[in-house]
T-cell receptor, first 112, second 114 residues
Framework: DQQVKQNSPSLSVQEGRISILNCDYT??????FLWYKKYPAEGPTFLIS?????DKNEDGRFTVFLNKSAKHLSLHIVPSQPGDSAVYFC???????????FGTGTRLKVLA | DTAVSQTPKYLVTQMGNDKSIKCEQN?????MYWYKQDSKKFLKIMFS???????INETVPNRFSPKSPDKAHLNLHINSLELGDSAVYFC?????????????FGPGTRLTVT
């Protein structure tokens, strides 16, 4: 049972445009959500997070939106750059736990 | 300085062998993890240690045994390796959940069992 789902395995976007990566979850106990970026042959790198008490968190070109009623979050990258080409994972956890459930990832390709 | 390091980066071995993967973090974190990324790219947690105590033990065969000699190290020992153990294994560390949930990952160890 996959509690965190990223239904788009891949996404291509033109440089300078917006990239929108989506993530859905099923467990209503999740209250902290994270996005990681992964380049080939490297470990995932933390990008941005959001607590369930917020519906938006922004860090530079990256913004994460959370829709609790829909159990949906999205990562917006504006403007997209070729260096953003990577696999993006969303992850979710419940307060006070050490357990993180990851989605299967979306491969983003930013075309120059 | 590398925050989370793993050795070896690549490991090729035959079925039935026993092997270990080492992990070290220099971030001063209290919690460390082992994840397995299989051929379908699922990143699944296997184990987690907090201050050298096992706190997460997912449904993992007994052939896998984590060992934490101190809170900066978490090693993974695998007995009687099987073909299905071929995967990329990632070590990670984090502060306690109340201090921030983001995890810091090592570069991964690609294990190939032939």
């Amino acid at each position: 049972d996959q509690q965190v789902k990223q239904n788009s395995p891949s996404l291509s976007v033109q440089e300078g445009r917006i990239s929108i990566l989506n993530c859905d979850y099923t467990n209503s106990m999740f209250d902290y959500f994270l996005w990681y970026k992964k380049y080939p042959a490297e470990g995932p790198t933390f990008l941005i997070s959001i607590s369930s008490i917020k519906d938006k968190n922004e860090d530079g070109r990256f913004t994460v939106f959370l829709n609790k009623s829909a159990k949906h979050l999205s990562l917006h990258i504006v403007p997209s750059q070729p260096g953003d080409s990577a696999v993006y994972f969303c992850a979710a956890s419940s307060s006070g736990t050490y357990k993180y459930i990851f989605g299967t990832g979306t491969r983003l390709k930013v075309l120059a | 300085d590398t925050a989370v390091s793993q050795t070896p980066k690549y490991l090729v071995t035959q079925m039935g062998n026993d092997k270990s993967i080492k992990c070290e973090q220099n971030l001063g974190h209290d919690t460390m993890y082992w994840y397995k990324q299989d051929s379908k790219k699922f990143l699944k947690i296997m184990f987690s240690y907090n201050n050298k105590e096992l706190i997460i033990n997912e449904t993992v065969p007994n052939r896998f045994s984590p060992k934490s000699p101190d809170k900066a190290h978490l090693n993974l020992h695998i007995n009687s390796l099987e073909l299905g153990d071929s995967a990329v294994y990632f070590c990670a560390s984090s502060q306690d959940p109340g201090q921030g949930p983001e995890q810091y990952f090592g570069p991964g160890t690609r294990l190939t069992v032939t």
